[in-house]
C-alpha cells in the first residue's frame, strides 16, 4: 500500500467557534418538525435570527426520536460542512455539531409519518445518546 503526505500549503483553515459559553448565555430553540403530512424535508437558515442577535451560535442539537418509528437525516452546514447526524426511531440524545455562521440545517425524515422535536442549543453539551423505548 502506497501512502502520500498531505502537503500543508494546500489547506483552508476555518474558525471553530465551539466549546465556549456566547455572550447571550445559554439559549435553547425549540423546533417542532412535522413529517405526518406530504413534508420530508426542512431546511433551516437561523441567518435573520442571528442577525436579530437572538442567537449567535449552534453547538449541540437535541433530537427528541422518542415517538419516532423511522429515522431522522440531519445535515449541518449544507454544502459547506455537510456534517451529518443520523437519529434513530425510539432514541434522544444531544449530539454536538461543528455549525457555520449563520446556522443551516437540512431535516431530513427517511418516511412520513412522524412528528420530531429538536433543541438548537448555543453552548456545548456533551454529546450522548439513548434509547426510549
Known sequence: MSTSPVNPGGLNFSPVINQEVPDEGPKAVPIILDFSGAIIEYDLNLLF?????????????????????????????????????????????YYQVLCPNPPQMQFIATALGDIVKVFLINVPIAGSVWATA
Open 49 to 93: 435570527q442571528q442577525q436579530q442577535t437572538l442567537i449567535s451560535m449552534v453547538q449541540t442539537v437535541f433530537i427528541d426520536m422518542t415517538g419516532a418509528t423511522h429515522d431522522l437525516k440531519v445535515v449541518v452546514g449544507q454544502g459547506i460542512l455537510n456534517q451529518t447526524i443520523y437519529a434513530k426511531a425510539k432514541t434522544s440524545g
